[in-house]
């Protein structure tokens, strides 16, 4: 690479990655910085006699708009390992400009918006802005679900949904599948608890940027039977691990969540065979989000015996990407030069 860079040892390297690996792994360490105390390092300073570090390649000097052309084709996952070739790379990786070109890449139709480079990493690496829900359509049996009530002849889960129409076609919300969890003649009620505690990154974002929270899932009833849906989001700080999921549904006002939403939709009878969207999202919440709790319920209005309640499939959650507004100002300069004008940015 540069001229300091070759004469680095390849031992060297190896424990500059060994301490970023065990970086990675103190999660549960005391000394680990809280998340609302988390914040990013600066650019890194390089003295004018290495600015051409990380730059030369067998004796030629490339522009750093042409590296970063380069690094843009790289798997986003892959990027931040190369934060160890050089301090100019570091700074390089590490900045607007280049996550920008990434998401272009791989987002072509996505408005370009100036925003820190880590969102930019935590879209593309993280199923954080897509969907971090598991197992929505049942196509894994009740993996990944708690079931709190499973009353009348309980939960079942149908592939493909009989009484209804199949699940539309091309729709990304079910992953290709075709099967969805269906409800009886009395209340069937279960949870999906997504935990926020690993994502420190997501929860740096979420504290400092308030990015809508989006909730929806597709529910149907049967073209011979009235049913009730109802579709919940709730929002814990990290107290939640500290109670059972019964005493969090007590009156005590010390275990409510930070933020709670939710929709019902009744269905008449001959009325339920076609599926619909129903949506809820998120603007405002408290700081310090720890857990977010997807719950669903449902049974049929008639008290049929059999598995004639509502019928669910295609659960989403997901940070809203496009919510999260531009910075302001100019981008940051590396110490060598402006990796773009202002005027060249489309924001």
């Known amino acids: 690479m540069g001229n300091n860079h070759n004469n680095a040892s390849s031992s060297s390297f190896e424990s500059k990655n060994k301490r970023l690996r065990s970086t990675s792994k103190m999660s549960n360490s005391e000394d680990y910085t809280p998340v609302e105390k988390f914040d990013f390092m600066e650019p890194l300073g390089i003295a004018e006699d290495d600015e051409t570090n990380g730059l030369c390649f067998n004796g030629t000097y490339l522009p750093e708009e ?5 690094l843009s084709y790289i798997p986003p996952q892959n990027l931040l390992a190369l934060t160890l070739v050089c301090k100019t790379w570091c700074n390089m990786i590490k900045s607007e400009p280049l996550w920008m070109e990434v998401h272009k890449k791989r987002n072509p139709s996505s408005p370009r918006k100036k925003l820190p480079w880590y969102i930019y990493y935590c879209y593309h690496t993280t199923d954080s802005f897509k969907n971090m829900l598991k197992n929505g359509n049942g196509q894994e049996k009740f ?15 149908e592939n493909p949904p009989k009484g209804s129409d199949p699940l539309p076609k091309d729709v990304p919300d079910f992953n290709g599948k075709t099967s969805c969890f269906v409800t009886s003649f009395y209340e069937c009620n279960k949870v999906q608890e997504i935990s926020l505690k690993e994502k420190r990154l997501l929860r740096y974002i979420l504290n400092k940027f308030m990015p809508h929270i989006y909730v929806s899932e597709w529910m149907a009833g049967r073209f011979d039977c009235g049913c009730v849906y109802k579709l919940g989001i709730r929002g814990y700080n990290d107290q939640y691990y500290n109670y059972t999921y019964e ?12 933020f709670q939403m939710s929709k019902k939709v ?22 310090n989000v720890a857990v ?5 319920e449902g049974q049929d209005t008639q008290f049929w015996k059999g598995h004639y309640g509502s ?11 496009e919510s999260i507004e531009p910075l302001g100002g100019t981008l940051k300069e590396t110490n060598l030069r402006r990796l773009y ?7």
């Open 311 to 321: 019928k669910m499939s295609g659960g989403v959650v997901r940070v809203v990407f």
């Open 247 to 258: 005493e969090l549904q007590s009156e005590d006002t010390r275990l409510r969540p930070l």
């Open 341 to 347: 004008r202002s005027d060249d940015m489309d924001v």
């Open 66 to 70: 042409i590296l970063l052309n380069i």
């Open 143 to 157: 993996k990944h679900w708690k079931i709190i009530s499973d009353e009348g002849d309980q939960f079942q889960i």
């Open 266 to 287: 009744l269905i008449d009878q001959w009325q339920g065979r076609a599926w619909q969207k129903v949506e809820i999202l998120i603007e405002e919440y408290p700081k």
């Open 292 to 296: 977010l709790v997807f719950e669903h």
